[in-house]
């Protein structure tokens, strides 16, 4: 088997897919912007072969490496990144080089514009809020006086929550249509709820074989924006409506033979038209494995090997085994560099180093929304998680 993988070396995790496949016998074939010499040892041990390009964003250079490769191994059966921004490159790809096992330039489109993913939350009976394409002023006002203030506004097309914004009332809506970039942008009503991810694996005929939720007490659109700490956690029980309405919302979209990461919120008041409290709202799907570090969170949760799984997957298309029920509550909390806290780093290691699962610092290209120094441990109970949570970021 010949897989291309479109940027092994970052994340900085990232090689460990690389590394997995290899193991399996699969010519594991890189595709990079770093020159080889710099790779670190990981990246280079986990690949067959490594085609460097000056600019990965130059699609003359992709298309060139893909054919180097398919000239000397054959025809390419896999294409991946397992990375938001190369999505559209990835389909891209495929499209032109016939290759048959992942999403292609005509629906990946679905998995990246938050209006479109809407239609396929509905086809699943999975509520969402109700939108605007924003074009003038007096529409955006017509849409509030509908659904009245608070609104969130965000790129069509965008990754995670940046350039995401809260307008409470029409000072605010005055100054967002004076300073919007020019990129389509969405209005949507806000939603009172709690943010929780259905993360996972589905196998190539589309059922889930690996899954785990996240809660995220604090808003991805506050840390981005506000620069505030980061603290979320992967649960020990995933609610059986979540898996219910999660799987339903994975088969409308027709995925299969890859990793997701689905947003979803928890009511926290009733409102009409999207239901009671404790209900589910559908918000944004992200078909490739939920950002940063989680994936190692998701094995640090029930001592797994989410790379493995996914490897597993790829060759041998295993069968749905999904435990509901893991071992440990593991919290990821990151602390920003111009805040003072009361606990220093030794403070932090020395008082759970029982507990402490993986510590390091957070290129700056992924900081805005996973913070600077960032911690990782795993418990047995809630109450330990807040604990530490209270104790890392006080």
């Known amino acids: 088997m010949n897989f291309v993988f479109i940027s092994p070396h970052f994340p900085l995790s990232y090689w460990n897919f690389c590394d997995r496949l290899k193991s399996r016998g699969v010519n ?7 020159p080889y010499d710099t790779l670190p040892n990981e990246v280079k041990n986990s690949l067959t072969e490594y085609y460097y390009v000056n600019n990965m964003m130059n699609y003359d250079e992709m298309v060139r490496a893909c054919g180097f490769f398919t000239h000397k191994y ?3 059966d896999w294409l991946e990144s397992n990375n938001e921004f190369w999505l559209n490159l990835d389909a891209r790809l495929r499209s032109d ?3 048959t096992s992942g999403v292609k330039a005509d629906f990946i489109e679905n998995y990246q514009n938050k209006e479109l993913m809407k239609k396929f939350y509905a086809a699943a009976g999975v509520a969402t809020a109700r939108c605007h394409n924003v074009d003038t002023y007096e ?10 203030y608070p609104v969130v506004v ?6 995670g929550a940046a350039e995401t914004y809260k307008l409470s009332n029409d000072d605010d809506l005055k100054h967002f249509y004076a300073t919007k970039p020019d990129v389509p942008y969405l209005m949507e009503e806000f939603v009172y709820g709690d943010l929780i991810s259905f993360d996972g694996i589905v196998n190539q005929d589309g059922e889930v074989i690996f899954c785990t939720n996240h809660e995220f007490p604090i808003q991805i659109m506050d840390v981005v924006n506000e620069g505030k700490s980061v603290c979320y956690w992967g649960m020990k029980d995933i609610p059986e409506d979540l898996f219910t309405k999660g799987s339903a919302v994975l088969k409308s979209f027709g995925v299969k033979g890859r990793f997701f990461h689905c947003e979803y919120f928890r009511l926290t008041q009733a409102k009409k038209g999207l239901g009671e409290v404790g209900d589910i709202v559908g918000l944004e799907v992200n078909m490739r494995p939920p950002g940063g570090y989680t994936p190692d969170m998701m094995n640090f949760g029930d001592d797994v090997d989410v790379y493995s799984i996914w490897a597993d997957m790829i060759c041998y298309n295993i ?11 593991c919290v990821n909390v990151g602390r920003r560099d111009h805040f003072q806290y009361k606990h220093s780093h030794e403070d932090v ?6 507990h402490m699962v993986m510590q390091l610092r957070m290129p700056d290209v992924l900081s805005g929304a996973m913070g600077n120094e960032v911690y990782f441990a795993r418990f047995k109970s809630m109450e330990e998680v807040h604990e530490f949570c209270n104790y890392v970021m006080g």
């Open 97 to 99: 080089f016939n290759i």
């Open 154 to 159: 965000k790129p069509v097309v965008g990754v």
């Open 319 to 329: 069968k749905p085994e999904p435990n509901l029920h893991k071992k440990y509550v």
């Open 139 to 148: 529409n955006g006002k017509a849409f509030i006086d509908e659904c009245g």
């Open 28 to 34: 594991v074939l890189g595709i990079g912007d770093q």
């Open 74 to 76: 054959g025809k390419i």
């Open 349 to 354: 290691m020395r008082t759970y180093a029982n």
